[in-house]
């Protein structure tokens, strides 16, 4: 029996991924550990990463999102749902 799996739709808040990203010298730049969300930076945005790499714990990074050659999924947490507030149901006559 096939067992279905999960893919992940987006990127979420607490997975973990390894980003390959293009950098101003001929090597690519490596970047993994826990996504924090988006950063909008004057007309860019990025990816808010804390770094869990050997010698990085815990920095903080910022990879343009125009700058991603590839990303792994290491560890994907549940896509929260997100529920829209009710207005009151009031009625004014």
Not at 13 to 21: A, E, N
Not at 84 to 91: F, H, I, N, Q
Request: proline share 4%; glycine share 8%; aromatic share 6%.
């Amino acid at each position: 029996m096939t067992e279905l799996i999960k893919v992940p739709t987006k990127l979420t808040k607490g997975s973990r991924y390894r980003v390959l990203s293009k950098s101003d010298n001929s090597s690519p730049v490596t970047s993994q550990g826990e996504f924090l969300g988006y950063i909008q930076f004057g007309q860019d945005s990025g990816l808010l990463l804390k770094l869990d790499s050997q010698g990085e714990e815990g920095r903080m990074r910022i990879v343009p999102s125009v700058n991603v050659i590839y990303l792994d999924i290491l560890e994907s947490k549940e896509e929260e749902e997100t529920k829209k507030k009710e207005a009151p149901l009031v009625s004014y006559g």
